[in-house]
C-alpha cells in the first residue's frame, strides 16, 4: 500500500467486522490502518485484534473517540447501536462507516416485555425514519462523512450495469433483484427485537438499495436531479409456518422465527412512473443467491453477485474437500457447486472501502452516503406498513 494514511477503528469483531478487515487489505492507493478495534467481549476481541495486526483494543467506544488520531470509525455492530454509536464518533468529529441497514425499530424505551412485533407499523416506520434522519442530521451538522455499507452499490456487476445504462441511453422501465439463502444462523435475526424486522430489512435491503442507487445515476443523467422511489406495495410471511413444512419431520431450511417474516416481496414505484420488484427468502436451499435484472427500454442486464461459476467443483460427498470455503449459506459441498474465488470483490465488499477510504483521503463523498440508507429504511418500513395493512403506501 501507499499514498495517504487513514486511521481507522473498527467497532464490533462479528462476521460482517471479518469482511472488512479483508477489505481494507485490498485497498490501493492509500493506506488505511486499522488503529484501534473495539467490543464487550475481551476473548474474542484480543483473537480478532491479533489475526489483523490491530495494535489497541478497547471494550468500550468512549476512549477510542477521544483518541485524535482515529479519523473513521466503522461500525459492524447490531442495528439498535447504530444510531447512538453514530451521533457520538460524529459529535467527536469522526467520519462514520455504518452497515446495513441504516438502522431499525427495535423497541427501544418499550417494557422487557413488550411484543415488539406487535407494534403497530406506522410506528415503526415514524420511529426508524426519525433515527435515520437523526443520523444523517448528526453527521451533516458535524461535517463528517456517513457512509452507508450497502456493497451491491459496488459490486462490479452493479457498477457495469450502471455504465452499460448510461451507454445505452435508455430509459430504465423496470428492475427485478432479490437476496436469498436458506436462513441465517445467529439467533437474534428471528426476532424483531433483537434486529427490527426479517428477510426484507436484512436482506430486501441490499437489492432495493441498488435499485434507488440505479434509478438516481439514471436521474442524474436525463434530467439532473435523481429519480425517487414514490410509493410501495408488499407482503411478508413465516413460511415455515405453513402446513407442508410442518408436517415434514427433518427440516433444512432455518425455522424458529419469532415474530419476524422469513420471506418478503416489495413492488416499488418510482417518481417517473417505472418499477422495481424486490423478493428476499430465509426459505432457499443452495447457498445464497444475490441478483438484479435491469429491463430498459433498449437494452437487458442480467447482473449476479453470488453465483459466478468462476469455478464449479463435483465431490460425491461432502468431506472431499475438507474446510475449504465455498460460498456463503451453501448448506453441502457433495455435488456439483460453484466455490467463489473471491466473494468479497464479487460482492462488491472490497471495492466499497476502497471508496470509502478515497473519501476520507481526499474530502469527497462516497457514492453510498447515509441519504441512500435513509431512503432505503422509510422504503422498507413503508413495506411492512404496506403489508400489515394490504394497502399501497405512498411516500
Given at each position: 500500500m501507499s499514498g495517504q494514511q487513514v486511521n481507522i477503528a473498527i467497532v464490533g469483531t462479528g462476521f460482517i467486522a471479518?469482511?472488512?478487515?479483508?477489505?481494507?487489505?485490498?485497498?490501493?492507493?492509500?493506506?488505511?490502518?486499522?488503529?484501534?478495534?473495539?467490543?464487550?467481549?475481551?476473548?474474542?476481541?484480543?483473537?480478532?485484534?491479533?489475526r489483523h495486526g490491530i495494535p489497541d483494543v478497547y471494550t468500550d467506544l468512549k476512549p477510542v473517540l477521544e483518541r485524535t488520531d482515529v479519523q473513521v470509525v466503522d461500525l459492524c455492530v447490531p442495528n439498535h447501536l447504530h444510531r447512538p454509536f453514530t451521533e457520538a464518533a460524529a459529535a467527536a468529529g469522526k467520519h462514520v462507516i455504518c452497515s446495513k441497514p441504516l438502522t431499525a425499530f427495535d423497541g427501544a424505551g418499550l417494557a422487557p416485555d413488550a411484543r415488539v412485533g406487535e407494534v403497530p407499523r406506522a410506528e415503526m416506520l415514524r420511529v426508524a425514519d426519525e433515527n435515520a434522519?437523526?443520523?444523517?442530521?448528526?453527521?451533516?451538522?458535524?461535517?463528517?462523512?456517513?457512509?452507508?455499507?450497502?456493497?451491491?452499490?459496488?459490486?462490479?456487476?452493479?457498477?457495469?450495469?450502471?455504465?452499460?445504462?448510461?451507454?445505452s441511453g435508455g430509459a430504465i422501465l423496470e428492475m427485478r433483484g432479490g437476496e436469498c439463502h436458506s436462513g441465517s444462523h445467529s439467533p437474534y435475526?428471528?426476532?424483531?427485537?433483537?434486529?427490527?424486522?426479517?428477510?426484507?430489512?436484512?436482506?430486501?435491503?441490499?437489492?432495493?438499495?441498488?435499485?434507488?442507487?440505479?434509478?438516481?445515476?439514471?436521474?442524474?443523467?436525463?434530467?439532473?436531479?435523481?429519480?425517487?422511489?414514490?410509493?410501495?406495495?408488499?407482503?411478508?410471511?413465516?413460511?415455515?409456518?405453513?402446513?407442508?413444512?410442518?408436517?415434514?419431520?427433518?427440516?433444512?431450511?432455518r425455522t424458529g422465527w419469532v415474530d419476524v417474516e422469513n420471506w418478503g416481496t416489495a413492488i416499488l414505484t418510482f417518481d417517473?412512473?417505472?418499477r422495481g420488484i424486490v423478493w428476499s427468502s430465509d426459505a432457499v436451499l443452495g447457498g445464497m443467491e444475490s441478483t438484479l435484472q435491469v429491463l430498459m427500454s433498449n437494452a437487458h442486464i442480467k447482473c449476479n453477485l453470488s453465483h459466478t461459476r468462476l469455478v464449479e467443483a463435483f465431490a460425491p460427498e461432502a468431506s472431499v474437500f475438507g474446510d475449504e470455503y465455498m460460498i456463503e449459506k451453501l448448506e453441502t459441498s457433495a455435488g456439483w457447486s460453484p466455490p467463489a474465488p473471491d466473494e468479497d470483490w464479487?460482492?462488491?465488499?472490497?471495492?466499497?472501502?476502497?471508496?470509502?477510504?478515497?473519501s476520507v483521503a481526499r474530502g469527497r463523498e462516497p457514492l453510498a452516503t447515509g441519504e441512500l440508507g435513509r431512503d432505503v429504511i422509510r422504503l422498507v418500513y413503508a413495506a411492512y406498513l404496506s403489508a400489515a395493512e394490504g394497502r399501497r403506501v405512498e411516500l
Amino acid at each position: 500500500m501507499s499514498g495517504q494514511q487513514v486511521n481507522i477503528a473498527i467497532v464490533g469483531t462479528g462476521f460482517i467486522a471479518e469482511t472488512r478487515a479483508r477489505s481494507y487489505a485490498g485497498v490501493t492507493g492509500y493506506e488505511p490502518r486499522l488503529v484501534a478495534a473495539v467490543s464487550r467481549t475481551r476473548d474474542r476481541l484480543d483473537d480478532y485484534a491479533r489475526r489483523h495486526g490491530i495494535p489497541d483494543v478497547y471494550t468500550d467506544l468512549k476512549p477510542v473517540l477521544e483518541r485524535t488520531d482515529v479519523q473513521v470509525v466503522d461500525l459492524c455492530v447490531p442495528n439498535h447501536l447504530h444510531r447512538p454509536f453514530t451521533e457520538a464518533a460524529a459529535a467527536a468529529g469522526k467520519h462514520v462507516i455504518c452497515s446495513k441497514p441504516l438502522t431499525a425499530f427495535d423497541g427501544a424505551g418499550l417494557a422487557p416485555d413488550a411484543r415488539v412485533g406487535e407494534v403497530p407499523r406506522a410506528e415503526m416506520l415514524r420511529v426508524a425514519d426519525e433515527n435515520a434522519t437523526a443520523m444523517v442530521d448528526a453527521a451533516r451538522e458535524a461535517n463528517v462523512f456517513l457512509m452507508y455499507a450497502e456493497n451491491w452499490v459496488y459490486a462490479p456487476s452493479i457498477a457495469k450495469a450502471d455504465r452499460l445504462a448510461a451507454a445505452s441511453g435508455g430509459a430504465i422501465l423496470e428492475m427485478r433483484g432479490g437476496e436469498c439463502h436458506s436462513g441465517s444462523h445467529s439467533p437474534y435475526s428471528k426476532e424483531w427485537r433483537t434486529t427490527g424486522g426479517g428477510a426484507l430489512l436484512r436482506l430486501g435491503v441490499h437489492p432495493m438499495g441498488a435499485m434507488l442507487h440505479l434509478k438516481r445515476q439514471e436521474g442524474l443523467r436525463r434530467c439532473g436531479r435523481p429519480i425517487r422511489p414514490r410509493a410501495v406495495f408488499a407482503e411478508v410471511a413465516d413460511l415455515t409456518q405453513t402446513p407442508g413444512f410442518l408436517q415434514e419431520e427433518k427440516h433444512f431450511i432455518r425455522t424458529g422465527w419469532v415474530d419476524v417474516e422469513n420471506w418478503g416481496t416489495a413492488i416499488l414505484t418510482f417518481d417517473d412512473g417505472t418499477r422495481g420488484i424486490v423478493w428476499s427468502s430465509d426459505a432457499v436451499l443452495g447457498g445464497m443467491e444475490s441478483t438484479l435484472q435491469v429491463l430498459m427500454s433498449n437494452a437487458h442486464i442480467k447482473c449476479n453477485l453470488s453465483h459466478t461459476r468462476l469455478v464449479e467443483a463435483f465431490a460425491p460427498e461432502a468431506s472431499v474437500f475438507g474446510d475449504e470455503y465455498m460460498i456463503e449459506k451453501l448448506e453441502t459441498s457433495a455435488g456439483w457447486s460453484p466455490p467463489a474465488p473471491d466473494e468479497d470483490w464479487a460482492q462488491g465488499h472490497r471495492q466499497m472501502v476502497q471508496d470509502f477510504v478515497a473519501s476520507v483521503a481526499r474530502g469527497r463523498e462516497p457514492l453510498a452516503t447515509g441519504e441512500l440508507g435513509r431512503d432505503v429504511i422509510r422504503l422498507v418500513y413503508a413495506a411492512y406498513l404496506s403489508a400489515a395493512e394490504g394497502r399501497r403506501v405512498e411516500l
